[in-house]
């Protein structure tokens, strides 16, 4: 349940029940006839459906819409076309992005955002809708900060790191792809009786591992957010052992250094002499059919995207929470920490005795 008051500020307030606090919108003036839409940063399932949805509401509402290539370098390099009712069909069920994403560093200097802003201006694009992760955000933020563009945010990522939403674009296609290859890998793990230990990725987030360790059965998950001393790992799996557990899966997140589920494997074999065996699931987690969770949040957070830019508002991110819209200031999103996943670990413990 959401109430707007109005006040002679330029701002625009909208108390959130379930955020359980005030969200002021920052606003504009712009009158908006042409859209752009881009994808930046990681790639994610969910992230076509979000695309649809942009330009299939703004269609609706009059709106001519350009679906921008490969992030920033396109809005650099002036590669946009025209994007149509027709040209969004047959996307919702793809995996990756339709309009291409990229890293494009050069956007971190003030001289070359201008460039982008002037290139939009040019063509007559009056508002921007950006589809990525927290850098992502930084660019978006910096655009309206700099150049007065209007620019709204959809968190899409499979890491679930972003603050002001319960679930990033992606995630739960990420966790379903994992999940799935953890019950192979406990298939050859119970007819050795071995130990597994699974990498998952997720950056600095353990949300990944958190929620594929819990669905998974897994023994123990590691997260960069709480340290797990070594000695913990090796006495449960011991304990473990002890209790006719013969194999066993350990879920770990990659952190700052993708492959170190190979040193945690050495370690083990050092001081327990434990033989663990290791997956790496790498980007087998980015691909794939995105699950109808993250095509229903594309949907929902597109549609709301396009909403919140024609009512005035800007810089702002587009979440869920319960079900339900939120949206949070773009600077606090990637300022802000999102929750640890600290309860499904601990659950995953308690659970796996
Ligand atoms: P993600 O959006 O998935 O977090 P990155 O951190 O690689 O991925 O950021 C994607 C892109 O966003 C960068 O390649 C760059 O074009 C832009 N970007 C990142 N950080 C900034 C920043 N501080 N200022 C302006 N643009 C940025």
Same mark, same amino acid.
């Given at each position: 349940?959401?109430?707007?008051?109005?006040?002679?500020?330029?701002?625009?307030?909208?108390?959130?029940?379930? *955020?359980? /606090?005030?969200?002021? %919108?920052? @606003?504009?003036? =712009?009158?908006? &006839?042409? $859209?752009? !839409?881009?994808?930046?940063?990681?790639?994610?399932?969910? *992230?076509? /459906?979000?695309?649809? %949805?942009? @330009?299939?509401? =703004?269609?609706? &509402?009059? $709106?001519? !819409?350009?679906?921008?290539?490969?992030?920033?370098?396109?809005?650099?390099?002036?590669?946009?076309?025209?994007?149509?009712?027709?040209?969004?069909?047959?996307?919702?069920?793809?995996?990756?992005?339709?309009?291409?994403?990229?890293?494009?560093?050069?956007?971190?200097?003030?001289?070359?955002?201008?460039?982008?802003?002037?290139?939009?201006?040019?063509?007559?694009?009056?508002?921007?809708?950006?589809?990525?992760?927290?850098?992502?955000?930084?660019?978006?933020?910096?655009?309206?900060?700099?150049?007065?563009?209007?620019?709204?945010?959809?968190?899409?990522?499979?890491?679930?790191?972003?603050?002001?939403?319960?679930?990033?674009?992606?995630?739960?296609?990420?966790?379903?792809?994992?999940?799935?290859?953890?019950?192979?890998?406990?298939?050859?793990?119970?007819?050795?009786?071995?130990?597994?230990?699974?990498?998952?990725?997720?950056?600095?987030?353990?949300?990944?591992?958190?929620?594929?360790?819990?669905?998974?059965?897994?023994?123990?998950?590691?997260?960069?957010?709480?340290?797990?001393?070594?000695?913990?790992?090796?006495?449960?799996?011991?304990?473990?052992?002890?209790?006719?557990?013969?194999?066993?899966?350990?879920?770990?997140?990659?952190?700052?250094?993708?492959?170190?589920?190979?040193?945690?494997?050495?370690?083990?074999?050092?001081?327990?002499?434990?033989?663990?065996?290791?997956?790496?699931?790498?980007?087998?987690?980015?691909?794939?059919?995105?699950?109808?969770?993250?095509?229903?949040?594309?949907?929902?957070?597109?549609?709301?995207?396009?909403?919140?830019?024609?009512?005035?508002?800007?810089?702002?991110?587009?979440?869920?929470?319960?079900?339900?819209?939120?949206?949070?200031?773009?600077?606090?999103?990637?300022?802000?920490?999102?929750?640890?996943?600290?309860?499904?670990?601990?659950?995953?413990?308690?659970?796996?005795?």
């Amino acid at each position: 349940m959401r109430a707007f008051f109005l006040l002679p500020s330029p701002m625009l307030f909208c108390f959130d029940e379930k *955020m359980d /606090s005030f969200f002021k %919108a920052t @606003t504009h003036s =712009a009158k908006i &006839k042409q $859209l752009a !839409v881009l994808t930046s940063g990681g790639d994610a399932p969910g *992230m076509n /459906s979000a695309i649809r %949805a942009v @330009t299939r509401t =703004a269609l609706q &509402k009059g $709106l001519t !819409v350009f679906g921008v290539q490969s992030g920033y370098h396109g809005l650099y390099h002036k590669k946009w076309t025209q994007l149509t009712a027709r040209s969004m069909a047959n996307i919702i069920q793809r995996g990756g992005t339709l309009l291409k994403t990229a890293r494009f560093t050069d956007f971190l200097k003030a001289e070359v955002r201008a460039v982008a802003a002037n290139n939009m201006k040019d063509l007559g694009l009056d508002a921007l809708v950006c589809i990525g992760g927290d850098g992502s955000f930084r660019g978006a933020h910096a655009l309206w900060a700099e150049h007065q563009i209007p620019v709204v945010g959809i968190p899409g990522t499979i890491d679930n790191d972003i603050y002001g939403t319960e679930k990033t674009l992606g995630f739960d296609t990420a966790v379903n792809t994992a999940m799935e290859a953890i019950d192979k890998i406990r298939d050859t793990a119970e007819s050795h009786d071995r130990v597994f230990i699974v990498e998952v990725m997720g950056r600095n987030s353990g949300h990944i591992a958190a929620q594929v360790g819990l669905a998974g059965g897994a023994e123990d998950v590691i997260v960069p957010e709480d340290f797990t001393p070594l000695d913990q790992i090796i006495k449960k799996i011991l304990d473990s052992k002890n209790k006719g557990k013969l194999s066993s899966i350990l879920v770990t997140a990659e952190g700052q250094k993708p492959g170190r589920a190979y040193d945690l494997a050495e370690q083990l074999r050092k001081r327990a002499n434990i033989d663990a065996k290791v997956v790496i699931l790498g980007h087998i987690q980015r691909g794939g059919t995105p699950t109808a969770t993250d095509r229903n949040l594309g949907s929902m957070m597109g549609n709301a995207a396009v909403e919140a830019l024609l009512t005035g508002e800007t810089d702002l991110m587009i979440g869920v929470r319960a079900g339900h819209i939120v949206k949070t200031h773009l600077h606090e999103s990637y300022t802000l920490k999102q929750e640890p996943p600290t309860p499904l670990v601990q659950l995953t413990r308690t659970l796996s005795f």
